[in-house]
């Protein structure tokens, strides 16, 4: 059973930068993709970004591409969302989950880390 935890997220102004974490514990963790997602005010869960564990291969959703980066930490099981040049339409709770079927599902849903940006 894998736990993952997400953190990082808070109140920022549009143009600052955030960094989120997500650190898995679990007596084995080894999954195909870790991947961001987040959940706008009003809005259906979205793609952000997922990264290959083993080869830290990365995909971004489009509208994202340039300002957001993932990485991951193997070593640690933590997984990164550095957001540079936040913008308010930014604002979610950021959600991260793992896939061990290749990226056709996810799982491991944690609580979410608000993320706010003003304008």
């Known amino acids: 059973q894998v736990e993952l935890v997400e953190s990082g997220g808070g109140l920022v102004q549009a143009g600052d930068s955030l960094r989120l974490s997500c650190s898995a514990s679990?007596?084995?963790?080894?999954?195909?993709?870790m991947a961001w997602f987040r959940r706008p005010p009003g809005k259906d869960r979205e793609f952000v970004a997922r990264i290959s564990w083993s080869r830290s291969s990365t995909y971004y959703a489009d509208s994202l591409k340039g300002r957001f980066t993932i990485s991951r930490d193997n070593v640690k099981n933590t997984m990164y969302l550095q957001m540079n040049s936040l913008k308010p339409e930014d604002t979610a709770v950021y959600y991260c989950?793992?896939?061990?079927?290749?990226?056709?599902?996810?799982?491991?849903w944690g609580q979410g880390t608000q993320v706010t940006v003003s304008s």
């Open positions: 989950a793992a896939s061990t079927d290749s990226g056709r599902t996810y799982h491991g």
């Open positions: 679990g007596r084995t963790f080894s999954p195909d993709f």
